[in-house]
């Protein structure tokens, strides 16, 4: 199977560690990207994201010929959506937006001949599998003759070239032929245990994970917020607990981000808002927690402004939505710095991980350290860590919202 051409659309955090995985394991891999920025670094042999030995993946696939980006799908024997499937705001619950997915199955349809594999990869509300069956029937596709499959990637930001290949995956066709057809697929890249079942099982297995550990996440939080009225340390508290033999409870934080946990309970809920009650409920613990948050930022600020006399200055240290990254879809830390700026507060932001931002003006962390009245650690960087415990944050006023002080 390895010497088939694989057409891999979206060429973001997953699409472009995958694209570069296939290359390297011996398949002509044409990547689509609708970001010419990022086709044309890709083309290269560079990266326009940050991901622990990407580079090198894609620097020897470019180097190599086995990979090459372009704006629009070319000709391939299989069909790889990895593309964005976020939500559209407003109401009470948000409801999932799979038009990028449906624009991209649209975008490969003409190109698509009997005896092709198309997989979804993008996490998706059940039954969008099939929906891409129906579209590309509508475009003219004898669905009889061509092979239609889900699955969902279950990788860590910064450590995804690791985990593509040894994490077990769950991969679900919309018919049997179709399912060992991607499983076999899979089999030749992944060292983890390839499980078979049918798309709308898989679908819901995706989106079953990331609840999971949204609710958990939600404990924490929660956990954090009636600590802080006790005047109880919740970190100490969760590793005492921890010490039970049956007991893991999770780390709380400014909130939960990320295109995944932060987004896909959600599919759940708008699918049946009845019954789905503790997922819902853990969602809007965490987007509470974050909301609290930038409470406990205001309350400092005011304090520090009537000892000083003065309007006071915030740095707020993070904007990814999770340690060491530079990935900042669904960023609770991200919103809270646009809440504070939006009302007026003086913040100054702190991103290690990105040179620069569209909206927002970055101050280097030293910078910030010594101008801020009020210090918010927001996300749990590695470079936020040794500068505590190398003694280089000891001032008053500084709010740790992640555990950085251990």
């Not at 011996?26 to 030995?53: F, R, S």
Request: proline share 5%.
């Amino acid at each position: 199977m390895a010497n088939k051409t694989v057409c891999v659309v979206g060429l973001g955090y997953i699409g472009l560690p995958t694209a570069a995985l296939l290359a390297t394991n011996g398949y002509q891999v044409v990547g689509v990207d609708l970001n010419v920025h990022a086709v044309d670094t890709i083309n290269k042999g560079q990266i326009h994201i940050v991901e622990p030995d990407l580079d090198a993946y894609v620097r020897s696939s470019v180097a190599a010929g086995k990979l090459k980006a372009y704006t629009k799908p070319e000709q391939a024997d299989i069909y790889m959506i990895c593309v964005p499937t976020p939500f559209h705001e407003g109401g009470d619950i948000p409801q999932p937006n799979i038009d990028y997915v449906l624009a991209a199955t649209r975008s490969i349809a003409h190109l698509v001949t009997p005896g092709d594999l198309v997989i979804l990869e993008s996490t998706s509300p059940v039954g969008t599998t099939r929906r891409m069956g129906e579209v590309l029937q509508e475009a003219g596709v004898d669905l009889s003759t061509v092979h239609l499959a889900y699955c969902p990637e279950r990788v860590l930001p910064g450590k995804i070239m690791i985990e593509l290949v040894e994490n077990d995956r769950v991969v679900g066709g919309l018919t049997p032929d179709a399912t060992k057809l991607a499983s076999n697929f899979y089999r030749t890249f992944v060292r983890g245990e390839v499980l078979e079942t049918d798309a709308p099982t898989a679908e819901m297995c995706k989106l079953t994970e990331n609840s999971y550990r949204d609710v958990n996440i939600a404990f924490a939080n929660e956990l954090s917020l009636l600590c802080a009225k006790s005047g109880i340390n919740v970190w100490r508290l969760i590793e005492l607990a921890n010490r039970h033999p049956r007991v893991n409870i999770l780390q709380p934080g400014t909130g939960v981000g990320g295109h995944c946990i932060a987004v896909d309970p959600w599919f759940i809920v708008a699918s049946d808002p009845i019954n789905a009650r503790v997922i819902r409920i853990a969602r809007e613990v965490n987007n509470c927690k974050t909301e609290w948050v930038i409470d406990q930022i205001k309350i400092a600020v005011a304090d520090a402004s009537a000892k000083t006399g003065r309007k006071s200055r915030v740095a707020c240290l993070g904007l990814s939505f999770k340690p060491d990254i530079d990935d900042l879809r669904e960023s609770p830390a991200l919103h809270v710095v646009k809440t504070l700026q939006a009302q007026g507060y003086d913040v100054m932001a702190v991103e290690p991980n990105i040179e620069s931002h569209d909206l927002l003006a970055l101050t280097s962390l030293e910078q910030a350290i010594a101008d801020a009245d009020v210090v918010a650690v927001l996300v749990k960087h590695r470079r936020f860590v040794e500068l505590v415990k190398s003694g280089g944050l000891r001032k008053e006023g500084v709010l740790d919202f992640c555990g950085v002080s251990g």
